[in-house]
């Protein structure tokens, strides 16, 4: 009995109504900001991160003649590159090369198409390199090229990922 007063005490006591304004967090439904391609810094961190495990590295070149070094300078491949990338109107054709340059070097590893099932690979790719699932278009397309061409596997699916708008795009 003492419980149901209590209740009843407290109900009638929260009485007060409160009018608040409607808020709104984003961009209003139903319209969509264009993507904002990534820079050439935000690509080859992003790039390097995701293919390499690792950031762009900075390296000292001694340059030797008759076993005296004559010269030395440090190579920094994220300036190097992003530098050469800034130099160009399009750098998309550039941006390519670069990632499959990464895919083809000795510190990528990459299995190979028979040690993968094709779904499963792609599904593991998207959620890597998207931060998504793929959608139902998207992996059947994926997987149709897979299973229909026999130069289609891991590589070229991590390129093409890599190569689409919504990954150079932030």
């Not at 495990?53 to 030797?64: A, D, F, H, L, M």
């Not at 070094?69 to 994220?78: C, L, M």
């Not at 530098?83 to 998309?92: K, N, R």
């Amino acid at each position: 009995m003492m419980r149901l007063l209590l209740i009843v005490a407290l109900a009638a006591a929260c009485t007060d109504v409160y009018d608040y304004d409607a808020a709104s967090a984003g961009e209003p439904e139903g319209s969509e900001r264009a993507p904002r391609g990534k820079t050439s810094t935000q690509f080859l961190r992003g790039i390097y991160a995701d293919l390499l495990g690792r950031t762009p590295e900075s390296y000292e070149i001694v340059i030797k003649f008759q076993g005296t070094e004559v010269f030395r300078f440090t190579a920094d491949e994220e300036t190097l590159l992003s530098v050469s990338l800034d130099g160009l109107g399009d750098s998309q054709p550039m941006r390519n090369l670069i990632a499959n340059g990464l895919l083809y070097s000795a510190e990528v590893q990459i299995p190979d198409k028979g040690a993968v099932t094709a779904r499963d690979f792609i599904r593991d790719q998207f959620r890597r390199l998207l931060g998504r699932e793929p959608n139902t278009y998207e992996l059947e397309a994926f997987a149709a090229e897979w299973d229909k061409d026999p130069a289609v596997g891991p590589r070229a699916i991590i390129r093409a990922i890599v190569a689409s708008r919504e990954y150079q795009s932030q």
